[in-house]
């Protein structure tokens, strides 16, 4: 079973140029996460999604982050413009259903912001 | 969101010595969820607790869930240097949807 995909794996931008991150999930999983991960810390939920609806983004700095996962697969998530403590890795997770089950994570983007 | 908090933060240990890294919440927790990153990694899921008083064993790894369902606790008996990585728990949001982590407890197992 192919796990859940995330490019690109590293990204380097300056401050306030745009980047976008993309995730494929695990295929029939219908819960999707993004996390940010920064060094040191543990993963911060940004956006829950089910299928193509949001459940929970209360974390999600909407001023300059976006998510949307048309159709209900694949997702992207965009920062617009980025902050030099964006820098951080961004992880893409899902899993089967929206609660009480085991979530698989990508390998992640490793994000730096100059 | 749910908050869950880790202790310690830290912790090192000589090879065969036992690990232990609690979770606490403030408020009764519907399940917890442990996962496991190697540096370098990504989370990978260890397992979920559900029900008060819980115990589950996976070889050298011993996981509880508290009576009250606000605490949990990872013990790690005789460490090997491959159990090297953060250890985190992860628990459901007030909606009952977002799956929050805690900060993670660090391991580093010398031989």
Redesign the interface.
Known sequence: EAGVAQSPRYKIIEKRQSVAFWCNPISGHATLYWYQQILGQGPKLLIQFQNNGVVDDSQLPKDRFSAERLKGVDSTLKIQPAKLEDSAVYLCASSTGPRNTEAFFGQGTRLTVV | ?QQVM?IPQYQHVQEGEDFTTYCNSSTTL??I?WYKQRPGG????LI?L?KSGEVKKQKRLTFQFGEAKKNSSLHITATQTTDVGTY?C?A??D??????????TSLLVTP
């Not at chain 2, 990504?42 to 899921?45: D, Q, T």
């Open positions: 969101g880790q519907s399940n969820q990504h989370p990978v899921f979920q559900v985190f992860a459901p949001g909606s009952g949807y977002a799956l929050n982590f805690g900060k993670g």
